[in-house]
């Protein structure tokens, strides 16, 4: 069946007519000029961009279904404009068998609502004790290519060396959750004056930077490429910015809460505003911005970690660490990245879907919009404006840190190989 | 007026020294003939421990009974506490039990704010000591300690100089004392190894050193703080000995204060750690008057966040 998307504007530059047709971008033709379609979409005063692409995600099945499933994170995902999601390993049982990434796989073609591509542990049971089969699950059906303990940093840096050195086979990357452990025992938060008037246990950013710091020459060293997942401090950025210069294969994270939340929500105790790495300051805020606008940082992944009632409605030390971030990514990445002039649209395009699905190895994401491509797109009304309300997110969880504050930009429609996955902003 | 006591800093120096006042009129009153006040009659106060702490759980029983409360404890030995029940589970059993106020310590730092914030309860939340942040009653016995004997017992302590030394990083009692005391006019200094202070400590509204001997030069009061047991095998000094080298407060070091300048010590002592016996018990020690004005304290608390409705001071007064 084919649809003619009218009037729409790739990328927010001139509109055009796209016809989809057959899963793939069949035509495109100047505004009103293209053949009717079977269907026909009205797009005019919307961006298309092509399906975002998520390369850390927390769908929490198997083990924690009552969080999450990976149909209803899908659904979220459809809902924030994502094609492609990248399943953390850290679900129960752990993601470390060719078996649980298959199951995690399939499960995610039958839910439908975008892909849903496993992400291996990089050592058994997330232990950080030995390397998990990871040419197996390299070699399985669900192709896994990101490898990551996330939530637990590979400390060991024998073992990190080990395993940057062994996913070359398969041209796999190592995504570090950069966490020095002995330095943040029973963290709670940032380190700095903040966290002593609060009397919460610091996180310091060198924590975060020497790993990064080590990982870096590490991959320098063995010639691999790493992947620092959710950098969260300015000191993260300019080793990067170093290590790049340098020309070691690195590239590096943020996510949208560490784009525009600070510390300060800390002094409610609300465990909401709990996460792993934590909220820095308002300067950290600054230095990602600049480094996702320049490059530095290569993209946006939302680390969506959903989590039950009762681990966020209790005192801060036992809440759990972790914000939902699907349905609200694009929005925060319009407040804080293009409304401010710092990134265009191509360069959205660029940071949230073609630079994660490459280096995820994800080939039929993330592509250009030109004719023959498929057909896994977002349209995005940038002048819309609304309010996030828990209960109305697909997640079967409610802790986004957004409850109740105005967002920009709206996604108005997901398509996932020509299929709608969402239409006027409801899923399809 | 404010609802909950839940930080030193939610007190302004009005506020402060209302309760400071308010002490002291229930000192008086509560004399050796008259132990109870017929204040709370009808009222319920829930003492909530999740961390063992006999003195301030009974000077807070105390305080209560003598103002005519029903009081009920639970603590975290022999209750659903230690049964893994929630803090939120837990306040709503309170709340349906008719408790008007909740008195709470908690391992956790901000479990205070978060029973009182989070509309689990609409009871009164006094904070009695939550994890590593706060401990603002043990900071209104200081000062009230500390004005009996530096400002006679009224006002507040403009210019007096206060130092707190020890472990100032995992204090709740020095992060209170330096916010109220603040409050008061005091000049406060903390005095700890670096490895006991916390990052940021630059930023808050006290002086910093390392140098014990030089803080306490002619200085009005001195308080000393527990080290903890657990501190030594976590490698923040070398020894217990180097630690009451440097930090320990010695006959020798208390002469370097005022002429009148007092210890004080929120209990309880590690006697030959950071304080020597002799300190303990000399005659600067108020350690023993700092636990009878504690209980004056929070009867000043409760009564001031529970008692003084406004309708019924109207009706006294007319």
């Known amino acids: 069946m084919s649809m003619v998307i009218r009037e729409v504007a790739p990328y927010g530059e001139e509109a055009v007519d796209m016809t989809i047709d057959d899963g793939r971008i069949a035509r495109i033709d100047p505004a009103g000029s293209a053949p009717a379609g079977e269907r026909e979409i009205d797009a005019s005063g919307l961006i298309v961009l092509p399906g975002l692409v998520d390369l850390h995600t927390h769908l929490r099945e198997p083990g924690r279904e009552d969080a999450e499933t990976i149909e ?20 129960q049982p752990v993601a470390d068998t060719a078996g649980v990434v298959e199951q995690v796989w399939r499960r995610g073609q039958e839910a439908g609502y975008c892909d849903v591509h496993p992400v291996g542990a990089v050592t058994v049971g997330l232990a950080g004790e030995r390397l998990a089969e990871l040419g197996a699950m390299a070699d399985s059906a669900a192709r896994v290519r990101v490898f990551s303990d996330d939530g637990i940093c590979v400390s060991d840096a024998v073992l990190m060396r080990r395993a940057l050195e062994y996913v070359k086979a398969f041209d796999g990357v190592i995504a570090q959750h950069a966490q020095e452990p002995r330095l943040t025992e029973g963290a709670q938060m940032n380190e700095g004056e903040l966290s002593g008037v609060l009397g919460l246990r610091g996180w ?59 510390e300060e929500l800390a002094t409610t105790y609300d465990p909401r505003y709990k996460v792993n790495p934590p909220l820095r300051t308002a300067d950290d805020v600054a230095a990602v911005r600049e480094g996702l606008a320049d490059g530095t940082i290569d993209i946006v992944a939302t680390d969506h970690a959903p989590h039950a009632h009762e681990d966020k409605d209790c005192e801060w ?47 039929s994401q993330g592509r250009p919009l030109e004719v023959g491509e498929p057909a896994n797109l977002v349209l995005v009304d940038p002048r819309a404006r609304w309010h996030v309300n828990a209960d109305a997110l697909a997640s079967r969880s409610r802790n986004t840190p957004f409850e109740g504050r105005e967002m920009s930009g709206r996604v108005v429609a997901t398509f996932l190989r020509g299929r709608p996955t969402v239409l006027e902003g409801r899923l399809a | ?71 009920i404890t639970f603590s975290a030995k022999g209750s659903s506490v230690s049964k893994g029940e929630s803090l939120k589970d837990t306040a709503l059993t309170l709340e ?35 994890g590593t942040h706060e401990h603002p009653t043990q900071a209104l016995l200081d000062a009230y300690t500390l004005r009996h004997h530096l400002s006679d017992g009224a006002g507040d302590l403009q210019g007096r100089r206060v130092v707190i030394v020890g472990d100032i990083l995992h204090s709740r009692v020095a992060r209170s004392n330096v916010l109220l005391l603040e409050t008061l006019g005091a000049e406060v200094t903390v005095v700890g190894p670096p490895t006991l202070l916390p990052v940021g400590v630059e930023g808050w509204p006290c002086s910093v050193s390392y140098d014990l001997d030089n803080a306490l030069t002619g200085a009005d009061a001195v308080m000393m703080l527990r080290v903890q047991n657990e501190r030594m095998n976590a490698a923040y000094f070398p020894s217990a000995r180097e630690y009451s080298r440097r930090y320990g407060l010695d006959r020798h070091r208390a002469e370097l204060l005022a002429p009148d300048g007092i210890v004080l010590h929120p209990g309880p002592m590690n006697r030959g750690m950071e304080i020597t016996a002799e300190v303990a018990d000399g005659p600067r020690s108020v350690v023993v008057e700092q636990v009878t004005n504690g209980v004056h304290v929070r009867m000043a608390v409760l009564y001031r966040l529970m008692g003084a409705l406004p309708e019924l001071e109207s009706e006294a007064g007319s």
Not at chain 2, 17 to 35: C, F, M, P, W, Y
Request: with cysteine.
């Open chain 1, 72 to 91: 209803s994170g899908t659904a979220a995902a459809a809902l924030g404009g994502f094609t492609a999601v990248h399943a953390m390993a850290n679900t």
């Open chain 1, 204 to 262: 310091p950013p060198v924590a975060e930077e020497a790993i990064i710091a080590r990982d870096v020459l590490l991959a320098e060293h063995v010639g691999s490429r790493v992947h620092i997942c959710h950098l969260s401090t300015r000191g993260s950025v300019d080793i990067i910015r170093w290590a790049k210069q340098r020309g070691i294969d690195v590239t590096a994270e943020v996510t949208p809460h560490h784009l525009i939340l600070t």
């Open chain 1, 317 to 363: 030390g036992a809440g759990a660490f972790g914000m939902l971030g699907l349905q609200t990514a694009l929005s925060v990445v319009i407040e804080t990245m293009v409304e401010t002039g710092r990134l265009s649209w191509r360069e959205v395009a660029d940071r949230m879907s073609t630079a994660p699905a490459i280096i995820g190895r994800v080939e």
């Open chain 2, 1 to 71: 007026m404010i609802r909950h006591l839940l930080s030193a800093g939610d007190l302004d120096r009005d506020e402060a020294i209302a309760i400071l006042d308010t002490a002291g009129e229930l000192a008086r009153a509560t004399g050796r003939s008259v132990k109870k006040l017929p204040t709370l009659r009808g009222r319920t106060v829930v003492n909530l421990f999740y961390e063992d702490s006999t003195r301030t759980r009974i000077s807070f029983e105390a305080a209560a009974k003598r103002l005519s409360a029903d009081v």
């Open chain 2, 96 to 130: 349906a039990m008719g408790a008007d106020a909740v008195v709470v310590r908690h391992s956790a730092s901000g479990a205070a704010h978060r029973l009182a914030m989070s509309g689990w309860t609409d009871c009164v939340v006094v904070n009695a000591g939550d």
